[in-house]
């Protein structure tokens, strides 16, 4: 059973900071790169950063490149993301998935989602 709880969003004032977690099943997170996405309404949801498998590799979406940092602890199964000068337009539902990367883009292994945490940034 794919298992992904995340937590951590709420209300920060634009140039603030939030980490998120993602809680996942070992199944789910043990040799996946992992992935936070995020989805405002009425747009597609959209790749924010991954972390390889072994914790040895990232890349971010060109809009939070230095200011968002993912980490994973491997023994606790838990995905982070480190957000630091917030801006309103970040504002949004963030989601973590177990990912491959794929020449169109990166697709959800377990094709499943969590109920994602609500990112609210006040200008």
């Known amino acids: 059973q794919v298992q992904l709880v995340e937590s951590g969003g709420g209300l920060v004032q634009a140039g603030g900071s939030l980490r998120l977690s993602c809680a996942a099943s070992?199944?789910?997170?043990?040799?996946?790169?992992m992935a936070w996405f995020r989805q405002v309404p009425g747009k597609e949801r959209e790749f924010v950063a991954a972390?390889?498998?072994?914790?040895?590799?990232?890349d971010y979406a060109d809009f939070v490149k230095g200011r968002f940092t993912i980490s994973k602890d491997d023994t606790t199964y838990t995905l982070y993301l480190q957000m630091s000068s917030l801006k309103p337009e970040d504002g949004a539902r963030y989601y973590c998935?177990?990912?491959?990367?794929?020449?169109?883009?990166?697709?959800?292994?377990?094709?499943?989602w969590g109920q994602g945490t609500l990112v609210t940034v006040s200008s």
């Open positions: 998935a177990a990912v491959r990367r794929l020449p169109r883009g990166w697709s959800n292994v377990f094709d499943a």
């Open positions: 070992g199944r789910t997170f043990i040799g996946y790169t």
């Open positions: 972390i390889g498998w072994d914790g040895g590799s990232t």
